[in-house]
């Protein structure tokens, strides 16, 4: 063998390198997903809203916990971004089926507050040296929040399509990647 594959960091590539079926299976069920999700985004849709009122719910308990940090900008816009997020993931998670297009006007609002504060924490922050990132993220937080609150119905349909296509696109890159790594073995 050579040097190179004896090196650390090449021994532990030719153990990668062997489980290339394991890498090229997951692309598959990937790319698989991602062909179901673009031909039934409807029932999809359905499933993503399970997935989103699970997110809002966690973003709301990490708001209403990140309130009590020391340093917390803003504890009071904090905690009430927070307590909200709770209770629409709750709502969401209650009523998956029926809050699709609610759930989308739910979460423009979630992502229009949230994004406020931190544009407002951002600029505050004096002392940050990329604070400017931050106002960014919050600017565009707010931008897809009213896109979003503007067109629910239409912007869920959009998120399942975009969905799709990532999954059929990370899902190529992982058999190719399987490829790759089958060929390292010989």
């Known amino acids: 063998m050579s040097s190179t594959i004896e090196s650390g960091s090449g021994v532990e590539v030719l153990r990668m390198a062997r489980e290339w079926p394991a890498v090229f299976v997951m692309g598959l069920i990937t790319l698989a997903l991602g062909v179901v999700v673009i031909s039934w985004p409807q029932e999809t849709l359905k499933v993503i809203s399970v997935l989103?009122?699970?997110?809002?719910?966690?973003?709301g308990i990490y708001g209403l916990v990140s309130a009590f940090?020391?340093?917390?900008?803003?504890?009071?816009?904090?905690?009430?971004?927070?307590?909200?997020?709770?209770?629409?993931?709750?709502?969401?998670?209650?009523?998956?089926?029926?809050?699709?297009?609610?759930?989308?006007?739910?979460?423009?609002?979630?992502w229009i507050i949230g994004g406020i504060i931190e544009v407002i924490g951002s600029i505050a922050d004096?002392?940050?040296e990329h604070r400017w990132l931050g106002v960014l993220g919050g600017l565009l937080s707010v931008a897809a929040g009213i896109v979003v609150v503007s067109w629910p119905a239409p912007t869920v349909t959009v998120v399942a399509w975009i969905s799709g296509l990532y999954l059929i696109v990370f899902g190529l890159f992982?058999?190719?990647?399987?490829?790759?790594?089958?060929?390292?073995t010989k």
């Open 52 to 59: 989103i009122g699970l997110q809002i719910l966690v973003y």
């Open 69 to 110: 940090a020391r340093d917390a900008i803003s504890p009071g816009w904090t905690g009430f971004v927070g307590i909200l997020g709770i209770i629409i993931g709750i709502v969401v998670l209650r009523n998956p089926f029926e809050t699709v297009a609610v759930l989308a006007a739910l979460l423009g609002v979630v």
């Open 126 to 128: 004096g002392g940050a």
């Open 174 to 184: 992982l058999c190719v990647s399987a490829f790759n790594l089958r060929s390292l």
